[in-house]
């Protein structure tokens, strides 16, 4: 697998630095007023990526979405996620220090992530009315697409009509999501001279645990092998499961080690991944495509408020973990009665 076709459709600067990284770890920033509140008041993600060989921040990741879609229909609302290179002028930081807030990139994002959901808050059809459901149809999969440069807007304003000219790739959840095991299908372009057009093929595929989250995050870890695919397995993602799950890349929601990553994990959701790629041939294309695929899954699997304990109309509950079931995610929760 070497060098993708469509490297040209990335910055000289960007292909070199994802050329040259074998492992990344990604950091997801702790917001404060959303631990305050338990995730009452829901606050756009931002994430920093480290060379993990290096430990140096090449990276910010940052969410744009509608507020009121994001407090109301997070975690399956509309996004976008921008890309942008860490300037020489930021600090320097490591995997686990403060984050300095008051440094911002001062160029303009060299890639953006689009995924369509739920908008309860928008005027006209929501475009995803039922993901997090059952994959059975297109309006219950998870997909996203990822642009080179910026993108105008709304996300999920064009209910999955966007110009395909800059296109890079796709993040796309499978007809039934895999069964038990989440499977998700990854996406290159296959040709950045057809315009608009825009086609993409499958050139690899991650498959998680049928179990996440909850209680669980504070003891196991969540892997998420990726395996070499090719298109011929597109239309049959049962094929999908024959490969082997690692052997080109594995991405791992990492579980705390340390009491305060273990609070960080009870009263937030902000999560660490760490990415090794097991092939040296991931042409700099395939790795930004990866890059966006686990914010996907992230959003997909992690961001989800009072997922360990909460209250709802049957009561008090814990948490013991979320269940997957052919694209939906069921928490196994068990209540606390009162003796009253």
Not at 54 to 64: G, P, S
Not at 123 to 146: F, H, N, Q, S
Request: charged share 25%; hydrophobic share 30%.
């Amino acid at each position: 697998m070497g060098k993708s076709n469509t490297d040209i459709l990335l910055d000289a600067g960007v292909v070199e630095l994802l050329s040259s990284m074998d492992a990344f770890f990604i950091q997801q920033r702790i917001r404060m007023v959303e631990a305050v509140t338990q995730g009452c008041i829901e606050q756009a993600n931002v994430y920093d990526v480290f060379n993990k060989e290096t430990n140096k921040r090449v990276m910010i990741i940052k969410e744009e979405s509608d507020g009121c879609s994001r407090c109301f229909c997070a975690p399956n609302h509309s996004i976008f996620v921008k890309f942008y290179m860490v300037g020489s002028d930021a600090p320097e930081i490591k995997p686990g220090e403060k984050i300095d807030w008051s440094y911002e990139p001062s160029g303009a994002p060299f890639m953006t992530f689009e995924r369509e959901g739920c908008d309860c808050c928008f005027k006209g059809a929501c475009p995803k009315p039922c993901i997090g459901c059952y994959a059975c149809t297109e309006g219950c999969r998870d997909i996203g697409t990822l642009h080179a440069g910026d993108l105008d807007g709304k996300p999920g304003e064009k209910d999955g009509k966007r110009e395909r000219v800059s296109l890079i790739g796709e993040s796309i959840q499978p007809k039934g999501g895999g069964g038990f095991k989440p499977v998700m299908q990854m996406m290159d372009r296959a040709d950045p001279s057809d315009g608009a057009e825009g086609k993409t093929e499958l050139f690899a595929a991650s498959r998680g645990p049928c179990v996440t989250g909850g209680c669980s995050a504070l003891c196991c870890s969540s892997p998420f092998g990726v395996a070499v695919a090719d298109q011929s397995m597109y239309e049959n993602s049962s094929k999908l499961h024959k490969q082997n799950f690692g052997d080109y890349a594995t991405i791992t929601k990492i579980r705390p080690k340390k009491f305060s990553q273990a609070m960080r994990e009870v009263f937030t959701d902000s999560d660490i991944f760490d990415v090794t790629f097991a092939q040296k041939s991931v042409s700099a294309q395939q790795k930004a495509n990866i890059l966006a695929h686990i914010i996907h899954l992230d959003y997909m699997f992690f961001e989800r408020d009072g997922d360990m304990c909460g209250n709802d109309e049957n009561g008090s509950y814990i948490n013991i973990c979320n269940w997957f079931c052919y694209g939906c995610i069921c928490p196994c929760k068990c209540y606390c009665k009162s003796s009253s």
